[in-house]
C-alpha cells in the first residue's frame, strides 16, 4: 500500500480543485491544496454537505456509475459540468473511482472553473442569435419595397413563379392584375414629391386590407402594382379589381385625389409569369386607353395578337 503522503504530494501538485470522497460512507476523505482555497475541509463530513452545501445526496451523484457490482472502481471517467449556485461559478468535474492508500474505494473530482469559458460561451450564443434575427430581417428587406412595405419586384417574381407553377401542376386557375395610379404625375406635380409618397404608402394599405391572404401585392415600379390571386378566374379577378377600382376612387388622400386602372389576366396553359404580366400589361393598355379608372381583361377567350394592342 502506497504512503498517504505519495497520495497527497501527487494531488497537491496539481493546480486544479481535487477532492477524494469514500463511496460507501460517502464522506470527503481528502481535499487537495487547490480545492482547500474554496471549500474548508471537516473531516466527517457527507460530500454533499461538504461539497454542495446541501442536506441529502444530490439528485446527479455519479458514484454508482463508478463502481462495479462489487463495488470496486471499474475504470470509468465521467466528465459533466455543474453551477454551483452558492457561489454563482459552473465547473467541469471529472470524476473517477480508485483504491485510497488505506484500501478504501474512493471516488476522486477534479473540478475546474468554467464561468468565464462558459461567459464566452454564452457571449457566442447570444451573437449567433442576434446574427440570425438579423439576416432573417435582411431577407425581410431584400424582398420589401422601401417606400410602400410591400412585396418588391424580385420577391413578386419569385411568387409569381411559384403560383405559375401550382396552376399548372394541379390544373387550377391563377390571375394576375395590373394596377397602374391614373395621371400619378400631376399628384406629384401639384402637391409635390412628398404627398405623392404617402398616396402611395395610403394606397399600398388600401391594397393589403382589401386582398386575401393568399393573394400577394407588390409595388411593380413607380406607380404600378402587381397582385396574384391563386385560386381565382379572370372572372372573379374582374370582381375583386371593380371593388378595388371603387375604394381607390373614394379614398380621401385629403387634398390629393387618385384613381387606377387595371390590366387582368389568368393563367393559359403553357404560361410562364413572363407571358401572363405581358398579356396584363396588354389589359391595362386597354384600360388606360378606354379612359382611366376602369378595368380590362385579356384571358383566353379574347387573346389579341401583341401587333393588335393600339400602341
Ligand atoms: N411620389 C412618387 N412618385 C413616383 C414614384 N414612383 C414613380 N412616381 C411618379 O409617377 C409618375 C408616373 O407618371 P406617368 O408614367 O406619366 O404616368 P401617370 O402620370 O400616372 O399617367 P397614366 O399612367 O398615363 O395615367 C411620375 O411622375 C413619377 O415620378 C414614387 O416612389 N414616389
Known amino acids: 500500500m502506497l504512503d498517504d503522503s505519495i497520495f497527497e504530494a501527487l494531488f497537491d501538485a496539481i493546480p486544479f480543485g481535487i477532492y477524494v470522497v469514500d463511496v460507501n460512507y460517502r464522506e470527503v476523505v481528502y481535499v487537495n491544496q487547490a480545492f482547500k482555497q474554496a471549500i474548508e475541509h471537516k473531516p466527517g463530513l457527507k460530500c454533499w454537505q461538504q461539497i454542495y452545501q446541501q442536506d441529502q445526496p444530490c439528485l446527479f451523484c455519479k458514484i454508482p456509475e463508478l463502481v462495479n457490482g462489487s463495488g470496486k472502481p471499474n475504470g470509468k471517467v465521467v466528465v459533466f459540468e455543474y453551477f454551483n449556485d452558492t457561489n454563482d461559478c459552473w465547473y467541469q468535474l471529472q470524476e473517477s473511482a480508485m483504491v485510497w492508500h488505506d484500501g478504501r474505494v474512493v471516488k476522486y473530482s477534479i473540478s475546474v472553473d468554467i464561468s468565464q469559458l462558459k461567459e464566452v460561451q454564452n457571449s457566442l450564443a447570444e451573437a449567433h442569435a442576434e446574427l440570425a434575427l438579423k439576416n432573417r430581417e435582411l431577407e425581410k428587406l431584400a424582398n420589401l419595397d422601401r417606400l410602400t412595405s410591400l412585396n418588391n419586384r424580385l420577391k413578386l417574381d419569385e411568387i409569381h413563379l411559384q403560383e405559375v407553377q401550382r396552376a399548372e401542376r394541379f390544373n387550377h386557375p391563377c390571375s394576375i392584375m395590373l394596377l ?18 404617402s398616396v402611395l404608402i395610403n394606397i399600398a394599405g388600401l391594397l393589403k386590407a382589401n386582398l386575401r391572404k393568399v393573394d400577394t401585392v407588390g409595388r411593380w415600379g413607380g406607380e404600378e402594382f402587381l397582385i396574384i390571386c391563386p385560386e381565382t378566374s379572370t372572372q372573379q379577378c374582374v370582381f375583386l379589381a371593380e371593388k378595388l377600382r371603387q375604394a381607390l376612387e373614394n379614398y380621401n388622400h385629403g387634398t390629393a385625389q387618385c384613381t387606377g386602372s387595371f390590366g387582368i389576366t389568368g393563367y393559359i396553359p403553357g404560361d410562364r409569369p413572363e407571358t401572363m404580366v405581358r398579356r396584363a400589361d396588354n389589359a391595362l393598355y386597354l384600360a388606360k386607353h378606354a379612359g382611366r379608372n376602369c378595368v380590362r381583361v385579356i384571358d383566353s377567350n379574347n387573346l389579341i395578337p401583341l401587333r393588335e394592342i393600339p400602341g
Not at 395610379?181 to 409618397?197: A, I, P, R, S, W
Request: proline fraction near 0%.
Open 180 to 197: 397602374d395610379l391614373d395621371n400619378f404625375k400631376e399628384v406629384n406635380d401639384q402637391y409635390g414629391h412628398q404627398m405623392g409618397d
